[in-house]
C-alpha cells in the first residue's frame, strides 16, 4: 500500500459487517445441507459449516479490503488529493502566504528547485505535503 494513503474506518466497517452476513449465510446453508445429507449428524452439519462459513468471510474481508486498497493506491498514482490531503495542501500554501514556513523544508525545496525561486514554491508545497502526511500516519 502507498504510504499515507490509509482506508476509510466506514468502508472498513461496512466491509467486515457485510463479509460477515454473507460468511453466515454461507455457514447456515452448507450446515444445513451437510444436516440433511448425513441424516442429522449435527457435528458435521456445525464443521462444514463453520469452516465454509470462515472461508467465505476470508475471501470477502480480503476481496474488499484488496479493492479499497486498489482504488486508494490509483487514486494515488493518478494524483487525485484526498480530503485528508486537501487540508495539508491548504496548510502549506497558508504557510507559504504567511512566510511561516518549515525552515528545513523551505531548504530542501531550494536544493531541490536548484536554485529557482518559483519552482521553489512548488517544491515546498510538495515536500511539506508529504512531511505533514508522514507525520499523520506515525
Avoid: H
Wanted: a positive charge; charged letters at 20%; aromatic letters at 10%.
Amino acid at each position: 500500500m502507498a504510504p499515507g494513503v490509509p482506508i476509510s474506518p466506514l468502508k472498513l466497517l461496512f466491509s467486515l459487517v457485510l463479509a460477515g452476513g454473507l460468511g453466515f449465510g454461507a455457514f447456515y446453508l452448507t450446515g444445513w445441507g451437510v444436516w440433511e445429507l448425513t441424516g442429522g449428524n449435527r457435528y458435521a452439519a456445525y464443521g462444514v459449516g463453520i469452516l465454509i462459513g470462515l472461508l467465505v468471510f476470508g475471501i470477502l474481508v480480503r476481496l474488499s479490503v484488496a479493492r479499497a486498497l486498489v482504488s486508494n493506491f490509483v487514486d494515488f498514482l493518478a494524483g487525485v488529493p484526498t480530503v485528508e490531503e486537501n487540508g495539508f495542501y491548504e496548510k502549506a500554501d497558508a504557510e507559504l502566504q504567511s512566510g511561516q514556513m518549515d525552515k528545513a523544508v523551505w531548504a530542501r525545496a531550494l536544493v531541490t528547485a536548484k536554485g529557482n525561486e518559483d519552482l521553489r514554491r512548488a517544491e515546498y508545497i510538495k515536500l511539506r505535503v508529504r512531511q505533514l502526511k508522514s507525520q499523520q500516519c506515525t
